[in-house]
């Protein structure tokens, strides 16, 4: 008590007392699960970008891929996405990949936006998601039927190291992107890497965001070295003042329609085969 008391005091002599008090009312109205300012700005702009682009990708590399309305992660990323705009860093890099792989593997594949845009985009002939959520799985199948992908497609439950194995048993070599928000450092393991030394994999690093162990990146890293070359992927910013579309929204909105609410800055890393292996 007295540590949040001390805590409390702190943010006052830093922001001064309207911050404060405006600081527990966006509490409290989250306690009751209204909006504060800036989830009022959010859902302003999850509906105008359904009325301005409806449940179409209007640019990038998915462009004419069709969204299902029925959203189940990331609703306030919906925007950013339409635009061919979220991790655009990681959409350059899966491009790229598509030069040597026809297959591509996504672990924590959400709503399926990767695994089925890259069927859209022609860029991969099939792919294979793994979500533990069933309202995901169902989500992601409607996704590969609106864009005409569904026997493109395989979708199953968690990864492990028997359905990768499964997996790597029957196309060799694959692209593969992981996003469990922290469950990396569970799921990747010697072993693990070992299965899929012949494939190049994209991992984004939860371990400022979940806390905890500081050892677990320096000992998946090591567990990876002895069959991958080891480079961070660079973050890209996005483009907020090139669509005409937002042409009329203020500075403020457009920038926050970009955002994509982390609380850390993250980090991305790709693993490619070593040649000596």
């Known amino acids: 008590m007295i ?5 409390v005091m702190k943010i006052r002599e830093n922001y001064g007392t309207r911050y404060l008090f405006s600081l527990i009312a966006s509490f409290i109205l989250r306690k009751f699960k209204l909006y504060d300012a800036v989830q009022l700005h959010k859902e302003k702009i999850l509906h105008d970008a359904k009325t301005i682009f409806g449940n179409q990708v209007k640019y990038g590399i998915f462009s004419g891929m069709e969204m299902s309305s029925n959203v189940w992660w990331g ?17 350059s890099k899966l491009r ?5 792989y026809d297959h591509f593997i996504d672990i924590g594949a959400a709503d399926g936006y990767y695994a089925v845009g890259l069927l859209h985009s022609k860029l991969y002939k099939s792919a294979t998601c793994f979500e533990i959520s069933d309202k995901g799985r169902s989500v992601i199948s409607e996704n590969a039927a ?16 028997g359905s990768l194995e499964k ?3 029957a196309v060799k070599s694959c692209a593969i992107l ?20 012949n494939c190049e994999i994209i991992i984004e690093l939860h371990d400022e965001f979940i806390g905890g162990n500081k050892d677990r990146r320096k000992r998946l890293i090591n567990d990876a070295q002895e069959f991958f070359e080891i480079n961070v992927i660079e973050r890209s910013n996005p483009i907020p003042n090139d669509f005409e579309e937002l042409k009329g929204w203020n500075d403020d ?17 790709l693993l490619t085969p070593r040649k000596n292996q």
């Not at 609703?75 to 959409?91: A, M, T």
């Not at 005409?148 to 199953?156: G, P, W």
């Not at 992981?178 to 030394?197: N, Q, W, Y």
């Not at 909105?253 to 890393?269: K, N, T, V």
Request: net charge positive; charged share 35%; glycine share 4%.
């Open 3 to 7: 540590r949040k008391l001390n805590r």
């Open 75 to 91: 609703r306030h990323d919906i925007l950013s996405k339409k635009l061919g705009q979220y991790e655009p860093h990681i959409l």
């Open 96 to 100: 790229e990949l598509s030069k040597t």
């Open 146 to 161: 609106l864009n005409n992908q569904s026997e493109n497609i395989k979708i199953y439950g968690e990864a492990n190291k």
């Open 167 to 169: 997996e790597i048993d």
């Open 178 to 197: 992981c996003d469990i928000e922290g469950a990396e450092f569970d799921l990747f393991s010697k072993e693990v890497f070992k299965v899929l030394r």
């Open 253 to 269: 909105l457009r920038q926050l329609a970009f955002s994509e609410g982390r609380p850390c800055r993250m980090d991305w890393i």
